[in-house]
């Protein structure tokens, strides 16, 4: 819930990038940051969009890269 101006401009609503997932993106990072904590993500162009729980989950990994098998993938 807190809209942040990454200063791309509008772009069209993606789908999450985490095989599977499919949801509305609601945040936008770099594959190679998106990677840490979905290594397995595809190579398609440099942007990853993430929907809501997977930015979460992204953050969580990112921030105790220990628990990671909590999450299941
Ligand atoms: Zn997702």
Do not use: I
């Not at 998106?34 to 979460?56: N, S």
């Amino acid at each position: 819930m807190s809209p942040e101006s990454s200063g791309e401009g509008s772009s069209p609503t993606d789908a999450c990038v985490v095989p599977g997932c499919g949801a509305e993106s609601a945040r936008h990072l770099s594959l190679a940051e998106a990677r840490r904590a979905f290594p397995d993500l595809p190579e398609k162009g440099r942007r990853a969009p993430l929907c809501r729980e997977h930015y979460r989950a992204w953050k969580k990994a990112t921030k105790e890269a220990r628990t990671l098998d909590r999450l299941g993938w």
